[in-house]
């Protein structure tokens, strides 16, 4: 059973969620900028640190914001990341293309959602 949300605070909401996909291309692109930094530096603790915790965030907001087509590769990114950060590694070709992959479909959902009026 779902109550309906007061008018205003539904638009409220709206705004929040425009001003949200209106800064998602830059928020993207800092995460390809660290992964892109982490695959420079071959898995150093620091870079690969920062992209975990860069994609982590940005995962949990774009779901809360209801973008499950930019969250759901970024979830993917964020596991990858983390198995990373447990073994204090990052790993082979078929780990990097996990992450190019899922990197490629955040950032296409995201143009999309950049595109929306």
């Keep these: 059973m779902s109550e309906e949300l007061d008018p205003e ?7 929040l969620r425009v001003a949200y996909v209106r800064e998602l291309g830059p928020k993207l692109e800092e995460v390809a900028q660290a992964i892109a930094s982490l695959r420079g530096a071959r898995g150093a603790a ?6 975990y915790r860069l ?3 940005l995962y949990g907001s ?3 914001y209801g973008l ?3 969250a759901a590769p970024l979830g993917v990114i964020e596991a990858q990341l983390y198995s990373a950060v447990e073994a204090e590694l990052v790993t082979d070709e078929v780990w ?3 992450v190019d992959a ?3 479909a955040a950032l296409r ?3 999309a959602r950049c595109a929306e009026p």
């Design 68 to 70: 499950g087509d930019v």
């Design 46 to 51: 620091a870079e690969l640190q920062l992209a």
């Design 102 to 104: 899922a990197l490629a």
């Design 9 to 15: 605070v539904e638009e409220a909401i709206a705004a």
């Design 62 to 64: 774009a779901g809360a």
């Design 55 to 57: 994609a982590h965030r």
């Design 109 to 111: 959902a995201g143009r």
């Design 96 to 98: 990097w293309s996990a």
